[in-house]
């Protein structure tokens, strides 16, 4: 028997290794393997077995690591497609499939000293007052880590030894897992009584999972319309099947309350098991543990961030994506796989029922319920029939025409006259802005140039609290000079332009001194914890006023919020990007979906230049079917997604020059390799809209084509022949969220 051997090494291609007949009985697909490659050892993973190999002579395999197989075959067989469809060697793929805390050579449980009691003898020694305490202390929780113990107990080692001597206590290594959520109290919930609407999805849902298969579900409902109960419901009839469920959220800041949400569910009762938790913010050993209790069966649900797709349940009964249109579930380094579409091909595989579910679906998903390739569920009102908030618009051209020297104000009148009346009533407020820092850029009131970044085409941010220019691209800083930088010019007329989080929460402190104020950016949130804490402060009422950045935008359900503010409506709208009316539409619908989720009817204010933007206009009439219908009508004409899908080839290199020349002459071959295309539409080259990022020139073709399967397995044979410059490096992107 040979084993075909997938290194971690980007290769390219699988590697045949005999099998010694000592490991023979512990190797099988998925199984973790160390062989050697020319002359060093390397990781592997056993990805196929067959009875002979092509060559003569083969290495044998130096050893197996760990008691059993990691990658599932279901699991092996999504690496194989993402390999395929986005263009990747498999071993990229299997790297996303399979954490770096499982799949490094040491990865292990930890084992920590517990101390036991022991049965008490017949006759009692005497005790000291902290030998008393220690055997106090065991008899209520019978074992306990040794290093807890002592801090509990107030005492030394030397005291447990002596206990130990007289045999009323021993001592022994235990495997202490690493939950990340292991002292946080979960109060058991039970089911709610859920509306028509939400009664006629989970009929639809439950009759899915009790066939074999079906198409996927969108589940379009506003936001508060009870989604999440429609997905609590669903993975509860999953556990009465003995099958298991994966739950993707599109963000971190989601993952603590929704985790509390399903824990508190699923903790009792004849449905109960263990949640498990997938993302980045998890240590190593966290992860590790997490992991292997789903691999274990013990965790039959799972809820994390893209790479949650992967988790080895099994049997796998429904994947639920919320906020289904959110772009942080395309990975942006290879492999550049979008978890949402994984998920609908995983389902397919292993014959297991996909929700997709958003209050602003992508244009691409409700187009596929349309075609009929999806099956289309809306929930159109809220829980309880609770009311949408009411959208006020404000044209920010006429605030700084009325303002004083003409400069826009972080606030409008009537959304500081709206925060003013939530703080007297006892209310809660959301401030929104999508960019952090105190302001944008350092301009030169002389000559006009701002502080731009060394590296790339942007200007510096400044962050007051840091004292610091930063480029939010590469991670540059420098301090704030006190003239012009440009040596020419060197005027001391320097000004701060634009705003960011930090500017909007130094400016309500200054209007609203007696109020308490967070901000949730990624400048604030340093360690795991602040999270959760700021969370939690803020749906106790320890906070009056949160500020924050995307993070706060979506999914968050806080009922004393009445009163949502966007303080610039307008920064994802001008992008050079065909999504940007769409981002701006589903961004500002999200936010406003966090206003009157109460007994209180929500209040929002957009603070914008454009006003009349349809995608504006719509959001303020929660009219997700008109901006559709819009929106698709001008791709239609220019045959954007979802009319044809796109692959972006992306060339950098630090000359620009040698960039521009190389991307020509990979657009005439392109040319003449799919000149038989009709289909096919290819755009550039071009320079990136961001044509200099970390010091590298960016230029890009795009492709657009119906037939993407088709072209990408064209695509990566002609990418495989294709000679590059040492100093140059082609990425492609299929189905890209981010042109930039």
Known sequence: MVARVTLEIALGKEFDYSIPEELAARVEVGSRVKVRFVHRMVLGIVTGLVEASDHSVLRPLTAVLGTRSLVTLKVLEIARWIAGYYCCPVESALKSVLPEAVRKENAGWRERLHVYALPPPSVMPKLTKRQETVLRILKEWQSMPLQELLRIAETTAETLRKLEDKGLISLAPKIDERDPYAHEQIIPTTPLELNSEQVVAMDAIRGAM?????????????????????????????????????????????????VERFKARFSSGPTQTLVAVLHS?????ERHDEWHKIRDGRARIVIGARSAVFAPVEPLGLLIVDEEHEHSYKQEEAPRYHARDVAVVRAQKEGAVVVLGSATPSIESFYNSKKGKYTLLEMTRRVDDKKLPIVRVTDMRQESRTSRGGASPVFSRPLK?????RLERGEQTMLFLNRRGFSTSLQCLKCGVPCGCPNCSVSLTYHRAASQLLCHICGHSEGVPERCPVPECADPGIRFAGLGTERVEDSLRQSFPKARIERMDSDTLKRKEDYRRILNDFRTGKVDILVGTQMIAKGLHFPNVTLVGIVHADLSLHQADFRAGERTFQLLTQVSGRAGRG??????????????????????RHDYAGFYDQETEFREQLRYPPFARVALLTLRGRNEDKVRLFIEHIRKQIGERFAGWKDLIIAGPAPAPLVRAETFYRHQIMLRTAAMSRLSAELAVYIDSLVLADDLILAVDIDPVNLC
């Not at 006259?417 to 009346?421: G, K, S, T, Y």
């Not at 603070?607 to 719509?618: D, S, V």
Request: proline share 6%; aromatic share 8%.
């Open 417 to 421: 006259e709206a925060i003013r009346l």
């Open 281 to 285: 913010h998890l240590s190593g050993g």
């Open 599 to 620: 007994d209180v009817e929500g209040e929002v204010f957009v603070q914008t230049f454009t006003p009349f933007h349809p995608a504006i206009q719509y959001a303020r």
């Open 210 to 258: 009790s066939g074999q298969g079906a198409r996927p579900f969108l589940l379009h409902g506003v936001t508060g319309s009870g989604k999440t109960e429609v997905y609590l419901q669903a993975i509860a009839h999953a556990l009465s099947q003995g099958k298991g469920a994966i739950v993707l959220v599109p963000e971190i800041s989601l993952t603590p309350q929704t």
